[in-house]
């Protein structure tokens, strides 16, 4: 089993949509959870951290149950720019915290 | 701030040749990581450093590869013999702190041929 399981998609979505992406890890004692953009061909960004009480930045939503070891991502009034892939991304464990561990990612394809 | 920095950002080079790959990392990041991306396997941590120590070299696939640090604004990757296998897209990146945003380079896309 893969310690960040992401459904690969992609996801073909209009413009101004509604798209959730879902994550699940492996690592109970992981910490950190954060999401990363990676356009093509070019270098994984930071998008937002997680937090356990769920965050929230502009029309991004990033929820994290730990109990479930499931970790979602949604966007709202889905933008063309906001076409990439999204990458679910935790820590190694309470023993290796700088150690990050990325999903296989998924692609959105946002169409006008 | 002029950002992770890696060359070259293109590599071809026939199998059994040495492959230098460089990153200089953000002024004052104290954690530097090497990783590797396939579409196979895709993003995989190789090594990383703090402080130009390596800490987890677990990913690190085989002996032909190696790593170092010798200062805080220098690491390079090496892989000696290459192989086609290896070809792959190679990022550097650099956070301030161990929990801190990793920021990485644009890449080094090796082919072995």
């Known amino acids: 089993r893969k310690e960040v399981e992401q459904d690969p998609g992609p996801f073909n979505v209009p413009e101004g949509a509604t798209v959730a992406f879902n994550c699940t890890y492996s690592?109970?004692?992981?910490?950190?959870f954060f999401w990363y953009r990676q356009d093509c061909r070019k270098e994984p960004k930071l998008l937002m951290s997680?937090?356990?009480s769920g965050n929230e930045d502009g029309r991004f939503t990033a929820q994290l149950n730990r109990a479930s070891q499931y970790i979602s991502l949604l966007i709202r009034d889905s933008k063309l720019s906001d076409s990439a892939t999204y990458l679910c991304?935790?820590?190694?464990?309470?023993?290796?915290?700088?150690?990050?561990?990325f999903g296989q990612g998924t692609t959105l394809q946002v169409k006008p | 701030d002029a950002g992770v920095i890696q060359s070259p950002r293109h590599e071809v080079t026939e199998m059994g040749q040495e492959v230098t790959l460089r990153c200089k990392p953000i002024?004052?990041?104290?954690?530097l990581f090497w990783y590797r991306q396939t579409m196979m396997r895709g993003l995989e941590l190789l090594i990383y450093?703090?402080?130009?120590?390596?800490?987890?070299d677990s990913g690190m696939p085989e002996d032909r590869f190696s790593a170092k640090m010798p200062n805080a604004s220098f690491s390079t990757l090496k892989i000696q013999p290459s192989e086609p296998r290896d070809s792959a897209v190679y990022f550097c990146?650099?956070?301030?702190?161990?929990?801190?945003?990793?920021?990485f380079g644009p890449g080094t896309r090796l082919l072995v041929l």
């Open positions: 990146a650099s956070s301030g702190g161990q929990r801190g945003t990793q920021y």
């Open positions: 690592n109970s004692a992981s910490q950190s």
């Open positions: 997680v937090y356990s």
């Open positions: 991304v935790v820590n190694g464990g309470s023993s290796n915290t700088g150690k990050l561990i």
């Open positions: 002024s004052g990041h104290d954690y």
């Open positions: 450093f703090n402080n130009n120590v390596p800490i987890d």
